[in-house]
Structure formats: structure tokens, C-alpha cells
């Protein structure tokens, strides 16, 4: 069978292109390497917070239900997506893992361990969760306690009468610093000051300020920001009771790792049995690499979503490099629908 379209990847971004896609007569397919519904919102911690309410926290044509409490959970988001695919019927196939894809004779040849597969166009959606970046420190590698990323940690008790340190001034630093300072001893380690958002803003505020840039950016105007950073700490319920606590108010940075901890920039030294690196992600786009080049962090050339140097493929919801806001439940709407539009344009002309 000859698909017209493939989208590779299960989660937020790959139901929002199927959203539209199933509005045409293409045949599409979603191929997704995990066993269960959810996208990456599985591998995430628990206790995790959204940083919008339902209502902000929704891919098209289906609002998330009204949660128990103002931000959603975790566990909500993964119901949420999961109720979103059965309730619109997308075919998808899981437990599949791409490999490696080719382009033969104007088609794409997509290889797993299982099966191939042959399609007109690939949708790449596969985010950043499975490709975490722990940054290259002086001695990390001599360090003999435990050594995490944030998409490894799932909950603060495992780590209770351990010392911790958290690596991180964003918001995953934030919340896990949050939880983990409530059962032990913790200390927390910044390249750059953290900053905080006020209280009242938001992932929806954030939104829609990265929707007034995209719209100046395209009308060739000159954006005027608010008062705050985007890239800011969201005052979520579990960051706002921290601060509360006092816990945000030390942090330092580390000028290298030791066998049992580090050497702060000060000059002093401190001992830690954890190290939990909530420093990013890159691109999970490995599978990519017999199509076009990929930088060291995964991302390659695009128009938009459209990837410059290969026709037929497109990647959605890998954040600001393919769009504003895309790497977010409410911002993907807009990357997925465009996308699709300029797929059946594309198809159309193929033909």
C-alpha cells in the first residue's frame, strides 16, 4: 500500500495534523513508537503542571474537558489525548519505531524493525522528549553518585535522605527543585539567573505573546513585548508554595564536577549524592539523516514546517523552529493546519 501521507510520531502534534488531514481525502496514517496512547506526556514525572488551563491546553476541534484544579495534570493531558484520537478515529499504528526513511523514485521509503512502509509525503512529529541534553561540565564523567536527566525523574521520594542537586533555571528545574526540596536537602545550580514570571501570567499570556510576534514578524512590523520574558518561569500552584517555602532564593553556578560533587564558581566545594540535569532537550530527528543533513541538535533546514532540501517532507510542533508556540498543546493548531494546507497543494501538483 501507497499512502499519501505518514505522520511519524503518536503525541500532540501528530494528532493535530491528523485533525485536518482527516478533513481531505487523503489517506494518512499515524506511526507511533510507543505502545500507548499519550505521546511523551508518559515519560514526564508525576506531579507534573501545565502551565494553562484546560481551555488553553486544547488541540483543534475538541477542548480539553474542565479539570479538578485551575492547571491540568499529567495524568489529565495523557486522558485528554487519548480520548482526542478515539473520539476523531485516527488510524494509527503503535509500538513501531522508525529507522531510517529514503526517498526512491519520488517516494518515501520508511523502515522499522517490524515492517516498511511507502508513502507520498512524511509528516515528521516525533519532538524532543527522546533526545535529552546533559551539557558537556568539567569531571561529570568522574562524578560517582547518581547522574539524571529531568526526563528520567519521576518522583521526589525516590530520592528522599539524599542530597540533591538540580541543574536548571527553567521551568522542569523549577517544579522538580520544587518537589524534591519537599522530602531532602537540596541546592540548585544556574548558568543564568533565574527569572520568574508574575503570578498572573501564564501559558495562555505566553501564547498569545508569541502570537503577536508571529503576527508583527509576518506583517513586517516591530514587536513590542510585555514586561517579562516568555522563557520565564510559569508561577504555577507547586512553584508559587516553593518560593513560599523560601527554596528559590539560593542558587550558584558550577564550574566543574567532582568524584562527590562540585566545585562551585566561587571556589568552594559542595558534596551531592544526585545530580538531576534539567537542562533541555534536542531534536528526535535521527531518522532523518539519509534524507537531508541535521545539525548536532537534530534540527535541519525548513520554509516554515516545509524542509528545504527534500520535497514532500515536513516536520511539525519542534517549537519555535517550526513555528510559534508549536511545541505546545494550544500553539500546534496552527503549524498542523498550515502544514496540511500546503501538503494538499502539493499533492495536487505532484499529480
Not at 522508525?98 to 509525503?121: C, P, W
Not at 520535497?311 to 498543546?329: E, I, P
Amino acid at each position: 500500500m501507497i499512502y499519501d501521507v505518514i505522520i511519524v510520531g503518536g503525541g500532540q502534534s501528530a494528532l493535530a495534523c491528523a485533525y485536518y488531514l482527516r478533513k481531505t481525502s487523503l489517506k494518512y496514517l499515524i506511526i507511533d513508537a510507543n505502545k500507548y496512547c499519550g505521546g511523551s506526556w508518559s515519560q514526564n514525572w508525576q506531579n507534573l503542571d501545565l502551565f494553562s488551563a484546560a481551555q488553553h491546553s486544547s488541540l483543534p476541534g475538541w477542548l480539553m474537558p474542565k479539570t479538578k484544579n485551575e492547571y491540568p495534570t499529567k495524568e489529565e493531558a495523557i486522558e485528554y489525548l487519548c480520548q482526542y484520537e478515539k473520539r476523531f478515529d485516527f488510524p494509527i499504528k503503535r509500538g513501531v519505531k522508525i529507522n531510517n526513511i529514503k526517498k526512491e523514485a519520488g517516494l518515501f521509503l520508511l523502515k522499522s524493525e517490524q515492517k516498511k512502509f511507502k508513502t507520498k509525503v512524511v509528516i515528521a512529529a516525533t519532538g524532543t522528549q527522546s533526545k535529552p541534553i546533559i551539557p558537556e561540565v568539567n569531571g561529570k564523567n568522574s562524578f560517582k553518585g547518581i547522574q539524571l536527566h529531568s526526563s528520567q525523574y519521576r518522583k521526589a521520594e525516590d530520592f528522599s535522605n539524599k542530597k540533591v542537586l538540580i541543574v536548571g533555571e527553567g521551568n522542569s528545574g523549577a517544579q522538580i527543585l520544587a518537589q524534591v526540596s519537599k522530602v531532602t536537602k537540596t541546592k540548585w545550580a544556574v548558568k543564568n539567573e533565574p527569572q520568574f514570571l508574575p503570578d498572573d501570567v501564564d501559558g495562555k499570556d505566553l501564547f498569545d505573546q508569541a502570537s503577536a510576534k508571529y503576527k508583527a514578524k509576518q506583517q513586517g512590523k516591530e514587536f513590542r513585548p510585555k514586561n517579562y520574558n516568555i522563557g520565564s518561569i510559569v508561577m504555577v500552584p507547586q512553584v508559587k508554595e516553593a518560593r513560599d517555602r523560601g527554596v528559590y532564593t539560593e542558587f550558584n553556578s558550577i564550574h566543574s564536577i567532582t568524584e562527590i560533587g562540585v566545585k562551585w564558581d566561587d571556589g568552594n566545594y559542595e558534596d551531592f549524592d544526585v545530580i538531576i540535569w534539567c537542562t533541555g532537550f534536542g531534536y528526535a530527528t535521527d531518522y532523518l539523516k539519509n534524507l537531508t543533513e541535521i545539525q548536532q541538535n537534530g534540527q535541519i533546514a525548513t520554509n516554515g514546517t516545509a524542509a528545504k532540501d527534500v520535497d514532500g517532507l515536513w516536520l511539525v510542533g519542534f517549537g519555535q523552529w517550526t513555528g510559534f508556540a508549536s511545541a505546545t498543546l494550544i500553539g500546534v493548531a496552527r503549524s498542523a493546519r498550515k502544514t496540511v494546507s500546503e501538503i494538499k497543494e502539493y499533492l495536487s501538483f505532484s499529480e
